[in-house]
């Protein structure tokens, strides 16, 4: 089942010197319970694409065209205060920095609790639902945890509370924009760990972006490239480590750290082969 669709999506943002476009006719799907990783380097429109889904964009931005549309419906053509009732709700977002995701001057239990507060009617049982969540995270006494502040936490506990505020209320998909990449290697594993697992028991669909091809071959079910705000391939997870075919996505999985051979890559050409440096080099 298809639950987000992006149609011809474009977005620019304007700036000094005129506008910069930072997503071009971009076009995907995601399908209910799947992983889709969106890989590619930094600037080629991976978050904005995500900022325009949960309609979060910088003031200096506009979309310029295309749909997004989720269960059917163009959320881009809803009004603010109907957008409020989805986001967080229907469709959550893990933000890349927990430290700066989280409100420093309000306690974890205030900030996962105004979630309940803003899309439920009824509050009965919400400590005692919020305490259970942080237990299934693997969280140790979460009573006392639910009391303390971000800047009293470490990076990968301030992490578990911002995927516990996502997950909170059972969303439709979870939006996961870098969640590993401030942690270390220990406790990456067990972030990526807790994401399959949760998204598993709650049926969610995941949107994960991501620079580390070792995370996009834990998680993802499917794997879109993106350059330049464009799309330039989108296959199956198996497929696309097995049989890349454009030139950037060759490009992106041989810049792996396993396969760097002491010369940056400059060229590729269709039989594999490599020239860096004047210096040719066989993949």
Do not use: W
């Not at 669709?5 to 474009?10: E, Q, V, Y």
């Not at 971009?26 to 380097?41: D, H, N, P, W």
């Not at 200096?60 to 053509?77: K, Y």
């Not at 439709?172 to 924009?177: Q, S, T, Y």
Request: net charge neutral; with cysteine.
């Amino acid at each position: 089942m298809e639950l987000l669709k992006i149609k011809n999506l474009s977005v620019s943002f304007k700036v000094a010197c005129g506008r910069v476009h930072a997503v071009n006719d971009l076009s995907f799907s995601l399908q209910k319970g799947k992983c889709l990783a969106i890989v590619g380097e930094s600037g080629s429109g991976k978050s904005v694409t995500a900022l325009s889904i949960m309609r979060i964009l910088e003031t200096n931005a506009s979309v310029d065209g295309g749909q997004i549309l989720f269960e059917g419906r163009n959320i881009l053509a809803v009004k603010e205060k109907e957008m409020q009732s989805i986001r967080g709700k229907q469709i959550s977002m893990i933000f890349q920095d927990p430290m700066t995701a989280l409100n420093p001057s309000y306690t974890v239990y205030r900030q996962i609790a105004e979630l309940y507060k803003l899309h439920r009617k009824a509050a009965e049982n919400v400590k005692q639902e919020i305490t259970e969540l942080l237990g299934r995270l693997h969280i140790p006494n979460p009573e006392l945890i639910l009391k303390k502040y971000p800047f009293e936490l470490s990076g990968g506990m301030c992490q578990r509370i911002v995927i516990a505020m996502a997950f909170a209320l059972k969303p439709d998909i979870i939006i996961a924009d870098e969640p590993t990449t401030a942690l270390d290697v220990s406790t990456q594993a067990e972030i990526l760990k807790l994401l399959k697992e949760l998204s598993e028991d709650t049926g969610s669909a995941v949107l994960l972006i991501t620079h580390d091809m070792g995370v996009v071959a834990e998680m993802a079910d499917e794997v879109m490239v993106m350059y330049n705000g464009r799309r330039v391939e989108k296959k199956e997870a198996e497929e696309f480590f097995r049989n890349p075919e454009h030139p950037y996505t060759k490009g992106l999985l041989r810049a792996r750290p396993e396969n760097f051979n002491g010369r940056f890559i400059t060229m590729s050409d269709e039989r594999g082969e490599i020239k860096s440096g004047g210096t040719k080099y066989t993949s």
